[in-house]
């Protein structure tokens, strides 16, 4: 496993990216960032709270769907947690792009980046259709049926999977 | 023969145990015990800020206080459970270099006050919730114990994470 995020990185350092993270880290955007010692830590914060408000809104909203929590309707549950997902997950793209302007080549020329990314890009898409073709029939009055339980358990999983290479940018074998 | 001197104090005792030792010198558990920690910790932190923004008259106004608690809690004392085990871990692989470090300090003093704050909230404030539970604006007391609940957390959640870039510089 290790010799193939090896792999990964050395094909990275071919790319373009190489040029356009080392243009991001002259860019004064970087600058500030990289001579400010807490901006860092504080957007990483920033990150981690976005995280916990999506994470707690889709545990919530599996919860219900198990029947673990079953103080409100699945409608009214849908309706609170979804909000907050999209709003959350809207900071967390925002907090993002901002520690990929303060460490570009930490994050460009990384394989846990872009692991995450696609599992951030698949993530996102499975939550869309999820948003619109399950918990909308579902608050509508359509019964909960497996497959939907399947559905948000996935994301669930999706999400600490995502957590798990965002942790693992830090380690990467570069 | 051991490759590490002999204990002086305790927190080296600590460090220098076969567990400390394994964690320290293995190349994947530290990562993923401090992945798992973080996994613990977002969900501590998403679920008491549900419940501190219902206080505060942020969010789920419409709901009893006491539902959101019930379905919050599980998840808290679960997750914070995963949270302390996980992080008395990490804790064990550099002993030394954690009691040393004020951001590691600072963050137990807000440990510790966001306890304090809960058992004051649970104790006594909580105990007239039948009186509010539905109002979209609770009492002053409940109010300031949501206020202070998110203050701490996110100070507990910043001095964490500024462990991470200030470990083994002060000593």
Redesign the interface.
Known sequence: MGDLLFSFTEWLRTTQLVELALWISDTSASMFIVTHFWAIPIIQCIHIISIAASFASILMINARMFNIAGSSSMADTANRYIRVLWWALAALILSGIGMIIGEPVRELINPFFWIKMGLVVFGILISIWFHRGVLKHVAGGREIVGTDKATAAFLVLLWMAIMYCGRFIAYAPV | MSLYPEPTNIWESIEYSNLGITIAESTWMF?TI??LH??A???V???I??VDLRLIGV??RG??VT??S???L??VWGAFAMAALTGGLLFVSKATSYVVNPYFLWKMVMLALAGINMMYFHFFTYRTVEHWDLDPSVPTAAKVAGGLSLVFW?AV??FG??I??TLGIFY
């Open positions: 990562p401090e992945t973080v996994m910790l977002v969900t932190l998403g679920m800020m549900i969010h789920s709901l009893a539902k959101l019930k379905d919050t599980p998840w996110l959640l910043f994470r500024a991470g870039f």
